[in-house]
């Protein structure tokens, strides 16, 4: 097994080599599928990749999907629940409008369900749902090796942004469940969506549910927490956005639009000039000539 740790854009890719196949869990960004090529050629050195498992369909996780099903004629798993939807395209219910993200179209072969075993590299793991950040999120759990990929259900220090809570449908009592499943089943080693792999399990849990019941408290902190990180995911993807653009995109992106209608009720320039020296504050960000930055 070998983990590609990406920057923020891209999701981590884990790949798994041996048994019947080799098995690509995650594909990263669409903006970095040249590198996740490059990355993944590197390590089959020749010999052919034969499936795309996706813990779940956020655009960093399977922007790549496309690319590397054209290079290698790769079969593609998604959770069941999202069969219909990529089926039918509609970028709309796949979040990817919602969002103001990027991700090619691509076909699949074949749907996982909780509770479902597969069979990735030599060892035999078990999907289990991860609802929270997106209600049809998958773990895969090696009980074996006790390895479990975690997709955003756990990082180190956190988890994914709660996005039903902004859409107002429920996701923090879900979070909560998840972290529950994790803590019980005593891994050794979680492979995050985002970061490195990580060992001390317990202690990433307990930061967890300590940020779960901050965000909990007060829906708005959740709101604001979401704007601010799909604002940095644009500037990660273009680099730079003018100011004048950045209003615009909280008065367009629907779910910048849902956040400031359910939870954080100010004018599309209001909201833009917080979140703009929110992001200045943390360090994400700097205004130069007119413009929004990263940094």
Same mark, same amino acid.
């Given at each position: ?17 041996? @048994? ?22 590197? !390590? ?41 939807? %990529?089926?039918?395209?509609?970028? !709309?219910?796949?979040?990817? /409008? ?41 773990? =895969? ?11 955003? !259900? ?6 994914? %942004?709660? =996005? ?30 985002? @970061?490195?792999?990580?060992?001390? %399990?317990? !202690? ?6 300590? /940020? ?32 004048? +653009? ?16 359910? =939870? ?5 320039? +209001? ?5 703009? /020296? ?11 000539? @007119? ?5």
């Amino acid at each position: 097994m070998r983990v590609f740790e990406r920057g923020w854009l891209s999701a981590n890719n884990v790949l798994l080599t041996g @048994g019947d196949g080799t098995t690509l869990v995650d594909s990263g960004y669409v903006s970095h599928a040249a590198q996740t090529l490059a990355l993944v050629g590197h !390590a089959l050195q020749g010999r052919p990749l034969a499936r795309i498992v996706n813990t779940h369909l956020h655009s960093d996780h399977c922007g790549g999907n496309a690319a590397l099903q054209e290079a290698w004629g790769c079969r593609i798993a998604i959770p069941a629940a999202e069969a219909g939807k %990529v089926r039918d395209w509609d970028e !709309a219910a796949l979040s990817y /409008r919602a969002t103001g993200q990027q991700c090619p179209r691509f076909t699949f072969d074949e749907t996982v369900s909780p509770g479902d075993l597969l069979h990735m590299g030599d060892l035999a793991w078990q999907a289990l749902a991860a609802p929270g950040h997106d209600p049809h999120a998958l773990l =895969f759990w090696c009980a074996q090796e006790r390895i479990l990929i975690a997709g955003d !259900a756990l990082w180190q220090n956190g988890f994914g %942004v709660i =996005f039903p809570e902004l859409a107002g449908e429920p996701g923090f009592d879900e979070v909560g469940a998840t972290l529950d499943l994790i803590a019980s089943l005593d891994a050794q080693v979680v492979v995050p969506g985002h @970061g490195a792999p990580f060992t001390d %399990v317990g !202690a990433a849990v307990q930061r967890a549910r300590a /940020r779960l019941a901050y965000l909990s408290a007060d829906p708005v902190r959740n709101a604001e927490n979401g704007v601010k990180v799909l604002l940095k995911f644009l500037l990660l993807e273009r680099r730079e956005i003018a100011l004048a +653009e950045v209003e615009r995109l909280f008065d367009t992106v629907p779910m910048l639009v849902l956040a400031r209608q359910r =939870f954080l009720p100010r004018p599309p320039a +209001e909201l833009a000039r917080w979140a703009v /020296r929110a992001l200045e504050k943390a360090g994400a960000a700097r205004v130069r000539e @007119g413009w929004l930055v990263d940094a």
